[in-house]
């Protein structure tokens, strides 16, 4: 396919139909592109591999899911694609390096976005203009003005769009929520959300070059500015950068954070401040090893803390994920802390589980109730396959994917104008009274790679 802008690409959408919204609300019945019986296969597209293959590799491996798009900027991962063909039972999907071509054919039903993080929004959006549904992996944008867009063209077109914060589809999450909810915790007063990690961050900038001639640089870098190509920007560096990212507290914090939000039932803060810096590491990259985020809520403080020099902090690995165990919460690295007038709940991402500790007894701790957790994936995809069927809102709908992004790249914010304090408006997301944080709202966008004010 030859790359077309954005114009020719609405103009051809008008013509086959696939901008038309359903004209039905979205809790309803809108149809899918293709309005597919409920005893035929979804078919889906994959843009992005890496973790977007493995992901992929769920979704084919269900009898009511195929792929018949893979899409990726660079064709040497094109191979990729084998993984997913073993996990359809053999079924081989066209590869393409522009995904539009799987938009323009009516016969896909949902989009998989992959790609990296400075891409989500403007992929997710299209995809809705073109009537596809979408699973966007996490975090949902790269700036608060493009998330805002995206619940709009959700919308607007009526498509269901699940981000990949699957942590509110595990069960045991669920069980948490509801511990909460029935007043056992007491009432809750302050929240600590923990993204501690080696990441990497004395990262050194590449030589400029040329890119490889297997890889389409100006579409990688899409709606970020057009530089030389650096190999640095074109792998997991590129996160250093705020063109391309938000760092580690946006593209991995974001799991703790959304499931702390969500377990505490907060929405917007009415302020945010953070602190930190590149304080461990030099290096050319720009986002800091260190940092704190505090959000004030009625009656509630949360606090994200991170650190990319902590080697001795653990993720929590699949020997936990998938059986009856529980992290050593003070060196899991990505853990969530919830403090209530009963009690203190430590929970666990990804299938960590949750405990609920009382005071001591003879020094020892007392834990007075718990429930191990199952790696939520799968449960994650199947909510995404039913809601496309019911037409009913996902798990972790736009609406809310985008509302815990937003909470993170107010973090950064506060960071970057020197560590303001920022008054937040609930009804508008914006940063009250304060020009300089407001032009970290939104980003440029470059030609054809654009997000429309009016989507």
């Not at 020099?309 to 993720?315: A, C």
């Not at 949750?354 to 020094?363: A, D, I, L």
Request: hydrophobic share 35%; proline share 4%.
């Amino acid at each position: 396919m030859t790359a077309m802008n954005r114009r020719e690409f609405l103009k051809r959408s008008k013509k086959t139909g696939l901008g038309l919204a359903a004209g039905v609300t979205i809790l309803n019945s809108a149809e899918s592109v293709r309005a597919a019986p409920a005893n035929d296969k979804i078919v889906m597209a994959l843009v992005g591999f890496g973790r977007g293959t493995t992901v992929a590799c769920g979704f084919a491996s269900r009898p009511d899911c195929e792929f018949a798009y893979v899409a990726d900027v660079n064709r040497r991962r094109f191979s990729d694609s084998k993984r997913i063909a073993a996990a359809q039972g053999g079924k081989q999907p066209k590869c393409v390096q522009d995904f539009r071509e799987a938009l323009e054919n009516k016969s896909v039903d949902a989009m998989l976005i992959a790609t990296s993080d400075h891409w989500h929004a403007l992929a997710t959006v299209w995809s809705c203009q073109a009537g596809k549904d979408v699973y966007v992996e996490k975090p949902c944008s790269h700036n608060c003005w493009e998330g805002q867009k995206m619940v709009e063209a959700a919308r607007k077109y009526e498509r269901i769009v699940q981000v990949g914060t699957q942590n509110r589809s595990a069960p045991y999450n669920f069980e948490a929520k509801k511990y909460i909810q029935e007043g056992k915790l007491g009432s809750i007063h302050m929240c600590r959300v923990y993204n501690q990690k080696i990441v990497g961050h004395n990262i050194k900038l590449a030589k400029e070059s040329d890119p490889p001639k297997d890889l389409d640089w100006d579409m990688f870098t899409g709606p970020a500015p057009l530089r030389k190509y650096r190999s640095t920007f074109h792998s997991r560096g590129k996160y250093q950068f705020w063109a391309y990212g938000g760092g580690d507290i946006v593209r991995d914090g974001i799991h703790q954070l959304d499931l702390a939000r969500w377990l505490c039932g907060v929405d917007y803060p009415k302020t945010v401040y953070s602190t930190g810096g590149k304080l461990a590491y030099g290096g050319d990259g720009e986002i800091p090893d260190t940092q704190v985020v505090a959000y004030d809520f009625d009656k509630m403080v949360m606090t994200v803390e991170y650190t990319g020099y902590t080697p001795y902090m653990l993720k929590t690995d699949g020997g936990i994920r998938d059986s009856d165990m529980f992290p050593y919460w003070p060196q899991n690295s990505t853990r969530i802390e919830i403090y209530g007038t009963q009690g203190l709940m430590c929970v666990g991402r990804m299938g960590g589980g949750w405990q609920v500790y009382v005071r001591p007894k003879s020094r020892k701790p007392v834990v007075k109730d718990q429930m191990f957790g199952r790696f939520p994936d799968a449960d994650h995809q199947a909510n995404f396959v039913e809601c496309i069927r019911t037409r009913k809102l996902p798990n972790a709908d736009i609406l809310e994917g985008h509302r815990t992004t937003l909470m993170s790249h107010y973090g950064n914010i506060s960071y970057r104008v020197g560590g303001q304090k920022l008054l937040i408006d609930a009804k508008t997301e914006k940063i009250v009274n304060n020009d300089e944080a407001m032009k970290l709202f939104k980003r440029e966008y470059r030609k054809p790679w654009v997000i429309d004010e009016v989507v």
